[in-house]
T-cell receptor
Framework: NAGVTQTPKFQVLKTGQSMTLQCAQD?????MSWYRQDPGMGLRLIHY???????DQGEVPNGYNVSRSTTEDFPLRLLSAAPSQTSVYFC??????????????FGSGTQLSVL | DAKTTQPTSMDCAEGRAANLPCNHS???????VYWYRQIHSQGPQYIIH???NNETNEMASLIITEDRKSSTLILPHATLRDTAVYYC?????????????????FGQGTILTVHP
């Protein structure tokens, strides 16, 4: 099992550019989520999904879009990148919603810099 | 916002037990306590979780007080590789609209430094 796979590992964007961070899991997990982590801060939830076709906002959703067309994939889209979106992004998944006796599996992260 | 309170940092000598405290005084009866850790620049790693009873696995032990308002993560024989940020997490209870469903909020965590 590959677990949770994030691509790319590193990305540099110019302000206003768009891109998609990819996240895939091969564990048949229903729940997937995106976090961002800024220096010296904890992880903040951006968006999450409790199953294919269902998404919802987390703490810091502005500037990000998500969709969940398959169980395996949960891409995060930046439509118009801003320097404030410079961060490390983590994708996570679990079989059911975390907190209900389920643990999260995290990917290795994507380090994004917006110039 | 996080419902837990942890010390900002702690030190531990290699080979000794590391005891990391966490306060969660507003925890609800059906909310689990989770512990994760994050080694520098890596994705967070699940350690252990529990509801009421004490739990133990190959990584650590979790002691939850009887009133469930606090807990302690115990690494029985800390090694240098246990140096990391440790997060104590309680799930945000769903509100009336259900929009908090499935959320885990990570606070600042405790920076544990294991020294030789």
């Amino acid at each position: 099992n590959a677990g949770v796979t994030q691509t790319p590992k590193f990305q540099v964007l110019k302000t206003g550019q768009s891109m998609t961070l990819q996240c895939a899991q091969d564990m048949n997990h229903e729940y997937m989520s995106w976090y961002r982590q800024d220096p010296g801060m904890g992880l903040r939830l951006i968006h999450y999904s409790v199953g294919a076709g269902i998404t919802d906002q987390g703490e810091v959703p502005n500037g990000y879009n998500v969709s969940r067309s398959t169980t395996e994939d949960f891409p995060l889209r930046l439509l118009s990148a801003a320097p404030s979106q410079t961060s490390v992004y983590f994708c996570a998944s679990s079989y059911e919603a975390p907190g209900d006796n389920e643990k999260l599996f995290f990917g290795s992260g994507t380090q994004l810099s917006v110039l | 916002d996080a419902k837990t309170t942890q010390p900002t940092s702690m030190d531990c000598a290699e080979g000794r037990a590391a005891n990391l405290p966490c306060n969660h005084s507003t925890i609800s009866g059906n909310e689990y306590v989770y512990w994760y850790r994050q080694i520098h620049s890596q994705g967070p790693q699940y350690i252990i979780h529990g509801l009421k009873n004490n739990e133990t696995n190959e990584m650590a032990s979790l002691i939850i007080t009887e009133d469930r308002k606090s807990s302690t993560l115990i690494l029985p024989h800390a090694t240098l590789r246990d140096t990391a940020v440790y997060y104590c997490i309680v799930r945000v209870s769903p509100n009336a609209g259900g929009t908090s469903y499935g959320k885990l909020t990570f606070g600042q965590g405790t920076i544990l430094t294991v020294h030789p």
